[in-house]
């Protein structure tokens, strides 16, 4: 019986880290219906700027995130504590987007901080259903991507305006 109540939390866990590794992959990808499956409809949301439901940030947030031409999500050391349907996590978060500055010059925007969350599983699905954003810092820089897009040194880039893109896989 220990054996499998220590499988099940284990499980648990893990997919309550896929859910926390899914909202920036989504937010990438612009995929809005991934997002949505991040949140509870009735999650408590607050990043400052926002305050409410998961219903209602979804929105929010991709507005967001379609503004830019670039962006680009992270969670690492991501802890998870699960008791039976309900868990808590904290995370680190790095993400970046890139905007237009007056001058017309891309500038990248990098974000730390960390997510504080609790997860519900409901019905066998575990989902967001409180988080709070803590901004660390934030650190403004000239956007570089032009410079590997020279001839000597090009890389693949990848610029997401819109959901759909070709190269997105749904996992």
């Not at 499988?7 to 926390?20: G, I, N, P, S, T």
């Not at 990098?110 to 969350?117: A, S, V």
Request: proline content about 3%.
């Amino acid at each position: 019986m220990k054996a499998e109540r220590q499988l099940q939390e284990l499980l648990d866990r893990k997919a309550c880290e896929d859910v926390l590794l899914r909202y920036g992959r989504t937010l990438d990808w612009l995929d809005a219906s991934g997002q949505q499956a991040c949140f509870w409809p009735d999650a408590e949301i607050d990043y400052g700027f926002f305050q409410g439901s998961g219903s209602d940030w979804v929105p929010v947030v991709m507005s967001v995130e379609a503004d830019a031409p670039r962006r680009w999500h992270i969670s690492t050391g991501i802890m998870v504590q699960v008791d039976g349907d309900i868990a808590r996590s904290e995370c680190y978060g790095l993400s970046v987007g890139t905007a237009e500055n007056e001058q017309g010059e891309l500038v990248d925007t990098m974000f730390g901080g960390r997510y504080l969350d609790e997860l519900e599983k409901r019905d066998g699905t575990w989902r967001i259903s409180k988080r709070r954003y803590i901004a660390d810092w934030i650190n403004h820089f000239p956007n570089g991507l032009e410079a590997v897009d020279n001839g000597n040194f090009a890389l693949n880039i990848l610029q997401i305006l819109a959901p759909g893109h070709e190269l997105y896989r749904k996992m």
